[in-house]
């Protein structure tokens, strides 16, 4: 029973797929700090999309996600900036081609709960961004806007009941606060950590 004023994941357990935005361990003391959690597993890939193929196929989060022991009270994927940036091919559900954004991220979404059904699974949207020529308004080589992924985000939330934390729409990053709340226009700095936890925190303290 959960007494009071004990932090909603004391003694539980945590674990973060994604880039470089998760491998940086930024945000993850702070929000196991205020949530009590016992146990962070980063999992993070920095470089690396969710999607599968290419030269950076080892860290695809779809490989990853399925790899880890499904132990976890509670797990995140937070993932899509580097599908975008890296040209992946968003797909269709219906296909089941991890090769595709929509493919891997049902196959991985169904992979974790089949095998982890008590775990409390929970899906953040890429940053805004501005890096390396491409910013919210840019078109990727297979035609799409990183808003695009994000949508495919939402839609799987809503179709396996999975909250979702739109950082892409909420969280303030944009291009005229990307120089404060980042290193180089993508990937957060102090402050913006602190920004992605002080959403994250009341998150997973609903969930």
Known sequence: M?????????????CTLGD???????????VSAALGFSTVLNEGKSGCPLTAGGDR??????????????????VTIFAGTNDFRLDKPIGRKEERDIHTFYGAYVTLVEDILSK???????????????????????????????????????AIGVEYALPVL??????????????????????????????IAAMAIPFLERI
Request: hydrophobic share 30%.
């Open 2 to 14: 959960r007494l009071k004023d004990q932090p909603k994941w004391q003694g539980k357990s945590w």
């Open 20 to 30: 470089s935005i998760s491998a940086a361990g930024g945000y993850q003391p702070l």
């Open 57 to 74: 196929d080892y860290g695809a989060t779809v490989h990853v996600g399925r790899q880890m022991e499904p132990v976890y009270d509670c």
């Open 116 to 154: 982890n059904p008590a775990c409390r699974l929970n899906l953040w949207t890429p940053l805004q961004r501005d890096k390396d020529g491409f910013d919210i308004d840019s078109v990727n080589a297979e035609g799409h806007r990183l808003a695009d992924y994000v949508e495919v985000i939402q």
């Open 166 to 195: 739109n950082l892409y729409a909420e969280s303030g990053f944009n291009r005229f606060t990307l120089g404060f709340l980042s290193s180089d226009r993508l990937h957060p700095n102090q402050e913006g950590f602190k920004r």
